[in-house]
């Protein structure tokens, strides 16, 4: 598609901020009124639309992607999408290790135990621990706990939150990363030790460090669009 506008502003209004392209609003692919709830976050889109060049790349606008999704789809049914979060606490991968003795299990207690404790002192709950891959479920009352924790959250934290647990494996990971101090590179590693390990030992594929770079990259960015979107 061509460029079909010269000029990119940001508004603020009752509701909050919004994009102009030549003083007209945008709207959502859904075809609401794109209107986010801090300065920095439609600064950030502004800045999509700003880097445009004479044609316009779709695949260049990952905020907007992730805004319209927050308003057209979490804000109007949020738990649709807590339903689909949750899953990543039942089978966290920060939560099932190698066994006892093996070389990788040092690393993951070393890397994972102080994630899972701090999550567990910050929610005030205990999750299991599992060596191997057989399922091992949490306590009711920590699902509880993390159900009621995703609930306090606004659509635009949420749609950040499904995309880290997705990129992590893990809710434990996509939470952590929401704090405005995070290591993001650290805590994408984690999450991802294993794969490293396993490249560590038997070399990379060229291929598997492009997705790895990609995962991260896409991490980063869900983590940048949560923190903006408080402004």
Excluded at 4 to 18: I, K, N, S
Excluded at 82 to 102: F, K, M, V
Excluded at 126 to 136: D, E
Excluded at 207 to 230: T, V
């Amino acid at each position: 598609m061509k460029r079909f506008y010269r000029e990119v502003t940001v508004r603020e209004d009752a509701d909050g901020w919004q994009v102009m392209l030549d003083g007209r609003p945008l709207k959502t692919q859904g075809g609401a009124q794109q209107i986010v709830p801090s300065r920095a976050l439609a600064d950030m889109l502004a800045a999509e639309w700003d880097a445009q060049g004479d044609k316009i790349d779709p695949q260049t606008f990952p905020m907007r992607d992730m805004t319209d999704y927050a308003i057209d789809r979490v804000a109007k049914d949020p738990a649709a999408v807590i339903a689909s979060i949750l899953p990543y606490a039942e089978t966290d991968t920060l939560c099932y290790r190698a066994d006892d003795g093996d070389a990788l299990r040092e690393r993951q207690d070393e890397a994972w135990e102080p994630l899972v404790c701090d999550a567990e002192a910050r929610l005030g709950c205990r999750f299991s621990r599992a060596a191997g891959i057989v399922f091992s479920a949490h306590p009711p009352e920590t699902m509880a706990a993390m159900h009621a924790e995703l609930e306090a959250m606004d659509a635009f934290t949420l749609a950040a939150l499904q995309n880290l647990a997705s990129l992590a494996a893990s809710l434990i990971a996509g939470l952590a990363a929401l704090s405005p101090d995070a290591d993001v590179e650290a805590l994408f590693a984690a999450a991802n030790l294993e794969e490293d390990w396993q490249a560590q030992q038997w070399g990379w594929d060229g291929d598997a460090l492009a997705r790895r770079g990609s995962r991260e990259a896409g991490f980063r960015l869900a983590r940048d669009f949560a923190l903006a979107a408080r402004g």
